[in-house]
């Protein structure tokens, strides 16, 4: 393995964990008290990083050291584990809401009104 190799993964990781988080480049930059052009050099391959620099990241990120460096392979059988979590998580959910509407709608509550219909007047 060479060294390009080992700033690859790097890269790579970076980017998949902050994106698994849902930071930009610019939370993370600020969060590591780095500049977004440093942390952008670092995730194209271009800048190398300290032992400090590492740790922080590390730190920030809620990983260990050496998942930076995993390969891909490996890092992506851990983000298909937590889409897979995820999409459960989500159909679970939408299968919540369904059965409450299906409650909702057949004990009566809203069976006979069109949303869509103007509100009734109180006939004298």
Request: proline share 4%; glycine share 4%; aromatic share 8%.
């Given at each position: 393995m060479e060294e390009h190799d080992l700033r690859g993964?790097?890269?790579a990781n970076i980017k998949r964990y902050r994106g698994l988080?849902?930071?930009s480049q610019a939370v993370l930059a600020e969060k590591l008290d780095l500049s977004i052009?440093?942390?952008?050099?670092?995730?194209?391959?271009?800048?190398w990083v300290s032992s400090l620099?590492?740790?922080k990241l590390a730190n920030v990120l809620e990983?260990?050291?050496?998942?930076?460096f995993r390969p891909d392979e490996e890092a992506n059988t851990e983000t298909k584990e937590?889409?897979?979590?995820?999409?459960?998580?989500?159909?679970i959910s939408f299968n919540q809401s369904l059965e409450n509407l299906s409650q909702k709608y057949h004990?009566?509550?809203g069976q006979d009104k069109d949303p869509a219909a103007?509100?009734?007047t109180p006939s004298a």
């Amino acid at each position: 393995m060479e060294e390009h190799d080992l700033r690859g993964i790097l890269s790579a990781n970076i980017k998949r964990y902050r994106g698994l988080r849902g930071w930009s480049q610019a939370v993370l930059a600020e969060k590591l008290d780095l500049s977004i052009n440093f942390l952008a050099e670092i995730e194209t391959g271009k800048s190398w990083v300290s032992s400090l620099t590492l740790v922080k990241l590390a730190n920030v990120l809620e990983i260990e050291v050496y998942e930076l460096f995993r390969p891909d392979e490996e890092a992506n059988t851990e983000t298909k584990e937590l889409m897979n979590r995820f999409v459960k998580d989500i159909s679970i959910s939408f299968n919540q809401s369904l059965e409450n509407l299906s409650q909702k709608y057949h004990t009566g509550k809203g069976q006979d009104k069109d949303p869509a219909a103007p509100p009734s007047t109180p006939s004298a």
